[in-house]
Every structure is written in structure tokens, then in C-alpha cells.
């Protein structure tokens, strides 16, 4: 601050700082500049002595400070409600760090409707004292989560079957429920994830596949993948052959009645015999 006197009219001004009635020559000057809150004083001296002392008061505001903000947030654009606190004075709200005009005051502050998350400046004022720098404040735009990508994993399963493994690229802060429009299946593990393990039983049937993408703004398009489940065999025929052949006996053959993509596989519980070929 600067503090100016006059008067003392045939003589030399001197500000004696804050000492009452002092006597001291180093300041002569009719202003001083102060950072202390204080009273000062100033006398008028010549040839003939000191003259009546007079004074000014002074109190030097410190500059206030931003102490506190609130982000604020929405699914979808439009506006988004803001806040801010401080030690003293008056908060403005600006759209850049520097420069700019200001767009409102106050503790709150409410934006124009804005499609992407935005960031906004405050400071505060007070007796022409100014914080600095000013204060980002973020105004956070959310969007519903995009549709998945492709289903990956097995179409063509078997009845009967474990460890099928389903999944999804994965976006983080999303959230993926999984659900099966046929019968016999079970998730195992990694419901609510972007990657699933299923168990078909052996009376699975074919259906979709759906994955929902959802997060805090609710639910995205879905994903399907149609599948086919691959059924057990049926039980073979009647086993056709010889069923009392003598020991040393070669070229007994036993068959079923074949069933195309079927591999068979036989065992006897005896002894003593050769599967030489089939």
C-alpha cells in the first residue's frame, strides 16, 4: 500500500514508521510504501525543529485462496452443476486458465450445456487482491458404454461339455451380464465380466448368446452369437454277430448299423480276443 502526506509547509516531510513522535531523517518523501498492516506516522522538520506529527492507519489484505472444489458429472450432454469454496472474498468461474471473461460467481456454478467432459477455472477476489493460479474444476460428461465387439468362443459345442470359454473385448468401467436363450447350460465363472466359461449339459439345447454392456448411465446395444449345440450319439443298434464262437476262431465280425460322423469304439470284457481290424 502508499501512504501519502502533506502539509508541513517551510519543511521536509519524514515518515518515522510506526514510532510515535519519532525523530528520524532517513525517509524524507511526502509517500512510503508499507506491507504491514500498521499505523505509521510522518513529521515536517526544518531549521527550526520537528514539527506536529500526524499518522495513517493501514490494513493489508492477504489474497484470498480457492480452498475447495467440487466436480460435478451427467450421463449425456447438457449442463452440469459445479462448486467451489474460499477463504474470503468473491469466487469467479472462467472457461480458461488465463484471460477470458467471467462467466459467473459465486460458490456454484451452473455450465452451458456442453456434449464432453469440460474443465472450468475459478479464483477469488477480494479488495482488488486476486488468487493465483486459478483452480481447474472438471465437468465430466458420461456416455452409455458402445455395443460389444464380436462373441468369441465355441459355436458349435457339445452337449455335455465344460470349459467353453465366451468373451468380449473388454472396456474398462463396463460392466457385461451374459445370458442364454436355450436350456442345460451353466456359467462357471465370470458373470458381470467380458469373459464367461460354460458348462453344457447332456440335455444342452441350441440358443444365443446376449452380452449387455451397462455402466452408471445404464445399458448399452447388445451382442449375440447364435450356437448349435452338437448332441450326443444315440445308443448304437443291435449288435449284430456271432455270439457263440469257439476258441481258436478268426473273422468273426459284430457290427451296428452305421450312423454318419459317429466314431465307434469297442472293448471286450473277456480275454483272449483280437480287434484285427474295424
Do not use: E, K
Amino acid at each position: 500500500a502508499v501512504l501519502s502526506a502533506s502539509g508541513g509547509s517551510g519543511g521536509t516531510i519524514y515518515w518515522q514508521g510506526t514510532t510515535s513522535n519519532g525523530t528520524s531523517t532517513a525517509t524524507p518523501s511526502n509517500s512510503q510504501t508499507v506491507s504491514v498492516s500498521g499505523t505509521y506516522y510522518f513529521r515536517a522538520y526544518n531549521s527550526c525543529g520537528w514539527g506536529t506529527q500526524g499518522s495513517a492507519s493501514v490494513t493489508i489484505a492477504g489474497s484470498p485462496s480457492i480452498t475447495g472444489t467440487t466436480p460435478g458429472s451427467r450421463c449425456g450432454s447438457g449442463s452440469v452443476n459445479l462448486g467451489a469454496t474460499a477463504s474470503a472474498g468473491t469466487i469467479n468461474w472462467y472457461s480458461a486458465s488465463t484471460g477470458g471473461s467471467i462467466l459467473g460467481t459465486g460458490n456454484t456454478f451452473i455450465t452451458p450445456s456442453i456434449t464432453v467432459t469440460t474443465v472450468y477455472y475459478v479464483d477469488a477476489t477480494l479488495s482488488n487482491c486476486t488468487s493465483t493460479p486459478r483452480t481447474p474444476v472438471t465437468a465430466t460428461i458420461n456416455n452409455l458404454p458402445v455395443q460389444p465387439g464380436v462373441i468369441t468362443g465355441p459355436t458349435l459345442p457339445c452337449q455335455n461339455s465344460s470349459g467353453n470359454n465366451y468373451y468380449v473385448s473388454n472396456v474398462s468401467g463396463v460392466t457385461y451380464t451374459w445370458s442364454y436363450s436355450g436350456s442345460g447350460h451353466t456359467i462357471t465363472s465370470g458373470q458381470g465380466t467380458n469373459s464367461i466359461m460354460v458348462n453344457y449339459s447332456s440335455a444342452a439345447t441350441s440358443g444365443t448368446w446376449t452380452v449387455t454392456p451397462s455402466n452408471s448411465c445404464g445399458n448399452g446395444p447388445v451382442r449375440t452369437q447364435a450356437i448349435s449345440i452338437n448332441s450326443l450319439p444315440l445308443q448304437p443298434g443291435l449288435i449284430t454277430g456271432t455270439t457263440t464262437p469257439c476258441q481258436s476262431s478268426s473273422g468273426n465280425n459284430y457290427f451296428v448299423t452305421n450312423v454318419s460322423g459317429i466314431t465307434y469304439t469297442w472293448n471286450y470284457n473277456g480275454s483272449g480276443h483280437t480287434i484285427t481290424s474295424g
